[in-house]
């Protein structure tokens, strides 16, 4: 493999590179933590790789209930921030076991999306927490909630010019990611998922990933979540339509069967504990007498 | 006192096989077949060799050109001539300049092969339980098949018979220094530098595989970056060497990852069939059958199923047997020795067997093992007389911990027991070199250490002991094939037992010719301002006082000792087709696990560990713990998450540690170690090795914890959440 | 094929190399143009952690960096890190709890808990300092000696 690396360090200077180029010709390096897989294997051979390194966006900051990332922010950053877990608990849970501490310090929420892996961890919870993604290219800036700016493995609606600049994630939804691997470090997931309550519904949000072409948020079962404080036995419905629902295939990792097995209990435990990360209500006034 | 090798390590100052380098290096890359299985119709390395970099291409046609007379006739030909028999067998070699070049040229090969069907799986060949008759297929390349006893009588009369099919899986040594070696021809001599187990086995594995003379070959060990038997026989040398020669060049070879998976020589899968007849309380019969996976193993070499069978019958006295095994060969690299090799397989099945036995009787296990347990005097399958042995009191320690568990257990959690048993090797034997100096005392040895601290350590505590000098004052030196003294290698849990034991006689031919010379029965030594002083009796002198003018000029007073396996009478009616191995001593260990099982996704949890070993005397105590510690959690990797999953392509689909799951730090429960001391080995004060039994009853330990906490006996390895949930009946 | 000169500053000295493509790994720089053979080549794919470096104080897997990347920060090795009173500590504190067997994945572990335990202050929770560990892999100690030795640098560190 060789390739010459373009490392910009404005947005402009990677726009314009990127215009320049054919398709195949030059890939973009985040993290590196997929890229370079693919170039050790020969999956891909650009003749240019543009590194993202020393553009301006690593960086998280807080804008009112919101929390914005910075596209090639490592996701250790995130895992170490005190405020991600406390206010975006599911995002901490996604993060903080992806891969290890030091493949975290490379990897990016950026290049996560942009890989669009069915397996990926991120993508169930900004599915969830109904996140958005602010796009930069040829043509100006563009926002779009991520649902519709993943399409499959590989694949996103970007165009060739076109990178991640940051992901919105609305912060005010209690939420939680629970994942089922044969082993919890530096494996893949065979199921993961996502569940977060957005009080401006109020609505539940159900995601699952493992799924292909990716992961996506399942409306059945967040449509038989008719409360705020499901019962047992409407959280034990709502994972078993998940489970009928979810479209699975059989790999290495994980049969159909199991993975639609591992869904129903992961459904069911995920909801549970987001409704006991939300604020309690306060209790009845007793009646006047 | 610490590793005198641990603080260089730790600060990466030791030179392991990927750091050789040398003047003028090449690097080079395996030209690897695409198929599994398929004869080679042309070969065009025209391609490779016009590539940038590239120095020298080496194929099956080079070899004539390049070796002296009878390397074609080698047992284990370099490349294959016409058969490919699995997918990724290294077909030709190239070196180039660059890594990357060198790469490139061999991805450039593309040979021209006539496919033939593959065998992936054992049920490819044998859908079911094979008849004596199916012995004939070709594919059949050992089959042992013996009898003791009446065993049908005791089977047909026996009040109870227990039948069970258990499923091992592949799995791979993964040490975390893959193979490499640096090949260079010296004034005619080809020396090869190499991360290896066994220099000295090494130069005879590349002599009967090229048809060099041992005499002219050179081999040096490095630093060992994790053997676990994968290091042992020749690899990559060969190739290396061959390129060397063409090329006039040093070149260097070292595998990826992924090429290590695909190209390992290791364990492979099984299936077993365990049969027990049971006559009040007592097993009276076993039938054992053994389906092994020996992947491209080549006719004649049963070593492998011969060698396994025996672990079926267990460390337990069994009255009537009849036991068959047939190797079964498939389009995968060779099976080839892993760390007790099939051992923990072997233990999955019997223990499981024997702990769903117990349990169907209505009988505790410990004691039901203890009914049977080997005790010294006992014969093995192989008709070996089994030694002191610590079965028993293993049990019994097992037992007392057992019951403390018991008492504590949380809801859900359940604790299983397993046993193991293994003998030592003693190799051919070996030889170590003692060199007395004014100012310490040298041990000359061919091996490097592998990582276990018998070398460095281990064989400098067996000189301390004997002689009184302190280990601060004794060093291990490496030399090689040329300079240093013989020894088998490090393998087979023999390197304190075997090669101990010719260091404690050199030592003691220290002692002894001292003592003469101080006109006394006994010495001993000891330091005094960084001198050797001579102690005898009241008496303190110089070392240097006590020596000859010539040992003065040559350094020091040296002394050879040797250790050679014994040979044996043994009832060949008794021993098992063609298979007899010299062992050293029979050591027992005995395991506990308590784990906790997910009921709704199937997953295990071990919540902590105990392991009791028999070991005869602990002569260096930290090595025995890190030793136990080691094992247990790589057993641990066999029980809950190692397997090699092939397609039916035979294809590896995991070659790699994103798929192929090793135990990492958080995955390791407390673990317990106790040493059962007292019956006495063969080795130095006693010891018996400690290598390799800590891995041998884990993944039975496990199962059976499993099997306690959900009612339910899982009967494949490893016990993956996906397994657990499926035996569970979740799906 | 694009290669040309690159700078790069290894344990505080800067290093001029010729002739480096774009496509080397900074394990590759390290190891064979500086000379320092002290960080291992392991699996190459980020998952066994032999090949931890520091880069601007960060554990890094020097096999999934691009040399050139990392051209303006200071990239520190273990042969950097054992020079140091911290990495003097870890490496004591490895080498007496036992946990140094065949030895490959020792700077890696050393360089990984290092990082965590120097820039002084109040050093983190053992089970925090062995959560930094998960990436580092070993197959001869099962890990027990290393958990040792995680405390006991924390201790020395304090």
């Not at chain 1, 519709?148 to 970007?158: A, D, N």
């Not at chain 2, 602990?618 to 066999?638: F, H, K, N, R, Y």
Request: proline share 7%; charged share 25%.
């Amino acid at each position: 493999m060789s390739f010459q690396l373009v490392q910009p360090s404005t947005p402009g200077e990677a726009i314009r590179l990127l215009s320049r180029s054919a398709a195949g010709e030059i890939a973009v390096l985040a993290g590196g933590t997929d890229l370079l897989f693919d170039l050790d294997q020969a999956r891909i051979a650009p003749a240019q790789v543009l590194s993202l390194r020393k553009l301006p966006w690593r960086y998280l900051r807080w804008e009112g209930n919101s929390l914005v990332v910075g596209s090639t922010l490592p996701l250790r950053a995130l895992e170490l921030d005190p405020h991600v877990q406390s206010r975006l608990p599911g995002l901490w849970e996604a993060i903080r076991d992806v891969g290890s501490p030091a493949l975290r310090s490379r990897a990016t929420l950026g290049g996560n999306l942009g890989r669009c892996s069915p397996a990926s961890d991120l993508i169930p919870i900004l599915l969830a927490l109904d996140a958005r993604v602010r796009i930069v290219g040829p043509s100006g800036v563009r926002e779009h909630p991520v649902d519709i700016v993943l399409q499959e493995s590989r694949r996103t609606s970007l165009g060739p010019a076109e990178l991640i600049e940051s992901v919105i994630l609305p912060a005010s939804a209690p939420s939680t990611y629970l994942w089922q691997r044969v082993q919890p470090v530096n494996d893949i997931s065979q199921v993961g998922v996502a569940a977060a309550f957005v009080p401006e519904g109020p609505h539940w949000r159900i995601a699952l990933g493992g799924l292909q072409p990716r992961a996506r948020r399942l409306s059945e079962a967040e449509a038989m979540l008719r409360s705020a404080r499901p019962t047992h036995l409407e959280m034990e419905l709502a994972a078993q339509e998940a489970a009928r629902r979810a479209e699975f295939v059989s790999d290495k990792r994980a049969t159909e069967s199991y993975r639609r097995r591992l869904v129903s209990v992961l459904v069911r435990r995920a909801i549970q504990t987001t409704l006991d990360r939300m604020p309690k209500p306060s209790a009845p006034r007793k009646a006047a007498r | 006192m610490t590793r005198r090798d641990a603080e260089p390590k730790a600060r990466g100052a030791l030179e392991y096989g990927t750091d050789l380098e040398a003047p003028g290096m090449l690097w080079a890359a395996l030209v690897r077949s695409p198929v599994a299985h398929g004869r080679i119709v042309h070969l065009d390395l025209s391609n490779a060799r016009k590539m940038p970099g590239v120095v020298a291409v080496v194929g099956p046609d080079d070899l004539r050109a390049l070796l002296p007379k009878g390397a074609l006739e080698a047992e284990r030909p370099v490349f294959p001539l016409d058969e490919i028999r699995y997918r990724g067998e290294p077909i030709a070699a190239v070196a180039a300049e660059t890594l990357e070049q060198a790469r490139r040229a061999a991805a450039a090969v593309a040979p021209e092969v006539e496919s033939l069907r593959v065998d992936a799986r054992i049920e490819d060949i044998f859908p079911e339980w094979p008849s004596e008759a199916a012995a004939r297929d070709p594919r059949v390349v050992g089959h042992v098949h013996a009898r003791h006893g009446d065993v049908d009588a005791k089977f047909r009369s026996a009040e109870l018979v227990h039948s069970e099919t258990y499923r091992t899986s592949g799995v791979h040594q993964v040490a975390i220094e893959p193979h490499a070696c640096l090949a260079e021809i010296r004034d005619g001599t080809f020396c090869v530098r190499s991360s290896t187990q066994t220099p000295f086995g090494l130069r005879e594995d590349i002599a009967s595989i090229l048809g060099i003379p041992e005499s002219r070959l050179l081999i040096e060990g490095t630093w060992v970056g994790g053997g676990f038997g994968g290091k042992g026989a020749a690899f990559l040398e060969p190739y290396a060497l061959l390129l060397a020669v063409a090329s006039g060049r040093p070149v260097k070879l070292s595998l990826t990852y992924a090429e290590e998976f695909e190209l390992g020589r290791t364990t492979l899968p099984s299936i077993i069939r365990l049969d027990t007849a049971v006559h009040r309380g007592r097993i009276v019969g076993r039938r054992v059958r053994l389906l092994l996976d020996t992947g491209a193993s080549l006719p004649g070499r049963d070593f492998a199923v011969g060698y396994s069978i025996g672990f079926l019958l267990g460390p337990y006295r069994t009255e009537t047997y009849e036991i068959e095994g047939f190797a079964l060969q498939t389009n995968k690299p060779p099976f080839g020795p892993h760390r007790a090799p099939f051992a923990p397989q072997s233990a999955f099945a019997l223990e499981s067997h024997l702990d769903g036995l117990a349990r169907r009787l209505g009988i505790d296990p410990i004691e039901f093992r203890k009914l049977h347990a080997w005790r010294e005097g006992d014969r093995t399958a192989y008709d070996q007389p089994v030694g002191p042995f610590g079965l028993e009191a293993g049990l019994e320690a097992a037992a007392r911990t057992a019951g403390r568990w018991r008492a504590g257990l949380p809801p859900g959690h359940g604790i299983g027991v397993a046993c193991g048993f293994w003998s030592t090797s003693v190799g051919a034997g070996g030889e170590a070199r003692l060199l007395l100096q004014p100012d310490g005392l040298v041990i000359l040895e061919g091996e490097r250490e592998i990582g276990n601290g018998s070398v460095v350590q281990g064989l400098a505590i067996v000189a301390e002991r004997v002689l009184g000098l302190p280990l601060d004052a004794i060093r291990v030196e490496y030399g090689d094939t040329a300079t240093a003294p013989f020894d088998s290698g490090v393998f087979g849990s023999r390197t304190l037992g075997a090669l101990g034991q010719a260091v404690e006689k050199a030592a003691r031919s220290l002692a002894n010719t001292l003592a003469t010379r101080a006109g006394v029965k006994v010495i001993q030594l000891e330091m005094k301002n960084s001198q050797v002083m001579v102690v005898a009796g009241r008496r303190r002198q110089k070392l240097v006082d006590l020596l000859t003018p010539a040992e003065r000029a040559a350094g020091g007073i040296e002394a050879l000792g040797k250790h050679y396996a014994p040979e044996r009478k043994i009832d060949l009616s008794r021993v098992l087709a063609g298979t007899v191995y010299p062992y050293q001593d029979f050591t027992a260990a005995v395991h506990l696990a308590e784990v906790e099982v997910d009921r709704e996704t199937g997953r295990v949890r071990v919540v902590r560990y105990a392991a009791f070993h028999d070991l005869g005397k602990a002569v260096d105590p930290p090595a025995v713990i890190a030793q136990v510690e080691g094992g247990v959690v790589m057993g641990l990797g066999t029980a809950l998450s190692e397997e090699m999953l092939w397609t039916p392509e035979a294809r590896l689909a995991n070659p790699g540690l994103l798929d192929y799951r090793l135990p990492r730090i958080r995955d390791v429960p407390p673990i317990h170690v106790e040493v059962i001391e007292g019956f006495a080995g063969a080795g130095p004060f006693g010891a018996k090795g400690i290598g390799e039994p800590p891995i041998i009853p884990v993944p039975a330990a496990v199962a059976n914890a499993v099997a306690d906490a959900t009612g339910t006996r899982v009967f494949e390895l490893p016990l993956t959440p996906e397994r657990v949930a499926r035996a569970l009946k979740l799906l | 094929m694009s290669d040309g000169p690159l700078a790069l500053t290894i344990n505080g000295k800067s290093r001029q190399f010729e002739k480096v493509p774009d496509s080397e790994r900074l394990l590759d720089t390290l190891r064979w143009r500086a000379g320092l053979k002290g960080t291992k080549e392991g699996c190459r794919t980020g998952g066994c952690g032999a090949c931890t470096v520091l880069v601007n104080g960060e554990p890094t897997l020097s096999c999934l960096v691009l040399s050139r990347e990392v051209s303006q920060e200071k990239v520190t090795t273990i042969e950097g890190v054992a020079t140091e009173k911290v990495g003097r500590l870890v490496i004591k504190a490895f080498t007496e709890a036992g946990a140094v067997q065949c030895g490959y994945c020792t700077p890696g572990f050393v360089v990984a808990l290092a990082a965590q335990l120097r820039g002084g202050g109040s050093p983190p929770s053992v089970d925090t300092l062995v959560d930094g560990l998960e990436g580092n892999l070993c197959r001869c100690t099962g890990y027990c000696a290393i958990q040792k030795a995680v405390e006991a640098a924390r201790e020395a560190v304090k």
